[in-house]
């Protein structure tokens, strides 16, 4: 079985700060990861996403997430935070070849003027 | 181009009863999936629709249930419903059922229990 967990249910930042919202999981074989934002009263959009290859991943709006083997992390970054940036984030892994993703219970980012 | 439609965007019901709710696919997409996120939580993958079958189920008991039609768009239906059941309800369509297919979702329909 697979598990996510994400460190911190809110993340706050000023503008213009680096954002780091983090993600460890727990696959018994090859992870699919991904991460997705949802804006108030909206569905979830995907971010970005890592299945194999390039273990550092761009997504939109700037973001980025590097997956981490050794320490089962898919972090998610960007330089520099925007107030368009507030929302809730949400890490989710796939088995490899199995469709049934887990999510993790989300970190709400707040960016501070 | 129209993206992932659901109806209706609220809805409130009594214990016991039973509830159907509606999912018009993204364009060209052929694959529902249902998922429900309890407040504060993420959401919680239900089951998968693919040629009008499910094929892929989480844990959730019989009592919830599905259904996709030819034109690609999917119903859920909750019977004999529990305050527990309480939460928005996703739906998200893709082009294939792979996990590297990417899924586009719907602005969800918030179920109310009493």
């Known amino acids: 079985a697979q598990s996510v967990t994400q460190l911190g249910s809110h993340v706050s930042v000023s503008e213009g700060a680096l954002v780091l919202l983090r993600c460890n999981y727990s696959s018994s074989v090859p992870p699919y990861l991904f991460w997705y934002v949802q804006y108030p009263n909206q569905g979830l959009q995907l971010l970005l996403k890592y299945t194999t290859g390039a273990t550092l991943v761009k997504g939109i709006n700037g973001f980025e997430a590097e997956f981490k083997k050794s320490e089962t992390s898919f972090h998610l970054t960007k330089p520099s935070a925007h107030m368009s940036d507030a929302a809730e984030y949400f890490c989710a892994v796939s088995p490899g070849g199995s469709y049934i993703p887990t999510f993790g219970r989300g970190t709400s980012l707040i960016v501070h003027p | ?114």
């Not at chain 2, 892929?56 to 059941?85: C, I, K, M, T, W």
Request: charged share 15%; hydrophobic share 25%; aromatic share 12%.
């Open chain 2, 1 to 114: 181009d129209a993206g992932v439609t659901q109806s209706p965007t609220h809805l409130i019901k009594t214990r016991g009863q039973q509830v159907t709710l509606r999912c018009s696919p993204k364009s060209g997409h052929d694959t529902v999936s249902w998922y429900q996120q309890a407040l504060g939580q993420g959401p919680q993958f239900i089951f998968q629709y693919y040629e009008e079958e499910e094929r892929q189920r989480g844990n959730f008991p019989d009592r919830f249930s599905g259904h996709q039609f030819p034109n690609y768009s999917s119903e859920l239906n909750v019977n004999a419903l529990l305050l527990g059941d309480s939460a928005l309800y996703l739906c998200a369509s893709s082009m294939g059922q792979s996990s590297t297919d990417t899924q586009y979702f719907g602005p969800g329909t918030r179920l109310t229990v009493l």
